[in-house]
C-alpha cells in the first residue's frame, strides 16, 4: 500500500509539473468580459394581463435560466432576433417556444399581447452578460489565455454562469471605487469594444479560457507549482489607472495545499502603501491578477475577505493551466 501511494503521489507531482514547467506571457490587463449564450436567457418573469386574465409565463413552466433557443421553430440567438420571431407571431397571440434546460431541450407556449405595437411577454431576458477582470496569462505556444480564476455569478438569477462563448476586450480603468470593511471595492473600467483581445471558449468554476488574437508585449515568465510557494514577499500584478500594469506587494500567509483543483489555495496580505491609498486593498476587476514569487508565476488571485479588504485569495497557477491544457487538448480532438 505504501508502494502505492507513493506511486501516486509521484504520477501527480509529475502531472503537475508537466503542466506548470513553461514560459508564459504575464497579464495584468485589466479586461472587459463579455459572455454571450447559447440562445436568449430568461432571468425572471412577470405578470400580465392577456383578455382579461392575469397571465404570467412562469405558470406554463418557463422558468430563469431558461435559454430560448428557436420560436415557432426560427433559431434565435439574441434579444432583436428573438424580438422579430415574436412580432411575427403576435397575429396568432401565442409562440412556441425551444427551451434548452440542463442539457434538455424541451417546447413550451407562451402567450403575447401587443399594446401599441409593442410586445409583452412577461419575459425579463438577455443575451450577453458583461464584466471586468484581469487577464492572468497567455500562453503563447498554445494561442490560449486564462483570466479571472473563479466563477460568475450571474447578477439576475444569482447562479453560476457556464458558457462557452463570448470575447474579452481591452480596457481602461477610469477609478476605482475604494473598499471598505463589509463592502467591495470596485475597479470602474471602460470596455473598448473596437479592440478584441481573445474568444472565449469556457466559462466554468475557475474562471474565463479561449483562444488569444490580439497582442501583448508583457514579459514571459516561468511558471511554477504550489511546491514552489513559499510564505513570505510576492507581488500581484494589475491595473490602478487607464492600462498601465503596477506591481503591488503583497505578502503570502498561508499556503493550502490541494491534491484536486481548487480554488482559495493561497492567502495574503496587501502590503503596498500606494495600493492601500487608492483601493484600500483587493476590488473586483482585480480578479485574475497574476500573483508572482521568486520570478515565478504561481498563481492569480480570486477572492477578497469583505471584512478585511486588504487580505485576499488566490488560486494555484497549476489548475488553470490544467484547465488551458484540457480546452487545448478538446480543440485538436
Known amino acids: 500500500m505504501k508502494k502505492l501511494l507513493a506511486l501516486s503521489l509521484s504520477l501527480y507531482l509529475c502531472t503537475t509539473l508537466q503542466l506548470s514547467a513553461k514560459e508564459v506571457q504575464l497579464g495584468g490587463d485589466t479586461i472587459g468580459i463579455q459572455i ?125 454562469i457556464q458558457a462557452d462563448s463570448g470575447t474579452i476586450y481591452e480596457s481602461q480603468v477610469q477609478s476605482i471605487r475604494k473598499a471598505k470593511n463589509a463592502q467591495a471595492g470596485e475597479k470602474n473600467a471602460k470596455i473598448d469594444f473596437e479592440q478584441p483581445l481573445g474568444i472565449i471558449t469556457k466559462v466554468n468554476r475557475y474562471g474565463v479560457f479561449g483562444e488569444i488574437v490580439g497582442s501583448s508585449s508583457q514579459p514571459l515568465i516561468q511558471t511554477g507549482t504550489q511546491q514552489d510557494i513559499h510564505l513570505g514577499e510576492a507581488s500581484i500584478y494589475t491595473v490602478l489607472h487607464d492600462d498601465v500594469i503596477e506591481e503591488i506587494k503583497i505578502n503570502i500567509t498561508k499556503i493550502n495545499q490541494q491534491d484536486n483543483q481548487d480554488i482559495k489555495g493561497i492567502e495574503f496580505d496587501v502590503t503596498d502603501d500606494h495600493c492601500i491609498n487608492v483601493s484600500n486593498g483587493i476590488v473586483q476587476g482585480m480578479s485574475g491578477s497574476p500573483i508572482v514569487q521568486d520570478d515565478l508565476l504561481v498563481g492569480a488571485v480570486t477572492h477578497v475577505a469583505t471584512s478585511k479588504p486588504q487580505k485576499g485569495y488566490g488560486i494555484f497557477i497549476e489548475w488553470l493551466l490544467m484547465e488551458s491544457e484540457n480546452e487545448t487538448t478538446n480543440v485538436d480532438n
Do not use: W
Open 36 to 160: 454571450t449564450y447559447d440562445g436568449v436567457m430568461i432571468t425572471g418573469t412577470y405578470t400580465l394581463e392577456i383578455d382579461g386574465m392575469n397571465y404570467n409565463p412562469a405558470d406554463q413552466d418557463i422558468r430563469p435560466k431558461d435559454l430560448i433557443q428557436a420560436v415557432n421553430g426560427e433559431t434565435v440567438t439574441t434579444i432583436k432576433e428573438l424580438s422579430r420571431q415574436l412580432g411575427l407571431a403576435a397575429e396568432h397571440k401565442e409562440a412556441e417556444l425551444t427551451i434548452l434546460r440542463d442539457g434538455e431541450t424541451i417546447k413550451r407556449k407562451l402567450l403575447i399581447q401587443m399594446i401599441n405595437s409593442q410586445i409583452r411577454t412577461g419575459l425579463l431576458i438577455k443575451d450577453e452578460t458583461l464584466g471586468i477582470g484581469t487577464l492572468t496569462y497567455i500562453d503563447e505556444q498554445t494561442q490560449t489565455f486564462a483570466s479571472l480564476g473563479h466563477e460568475i455569478i450571474d447578477a439576475d438569477t444569482k447562479e453560476s
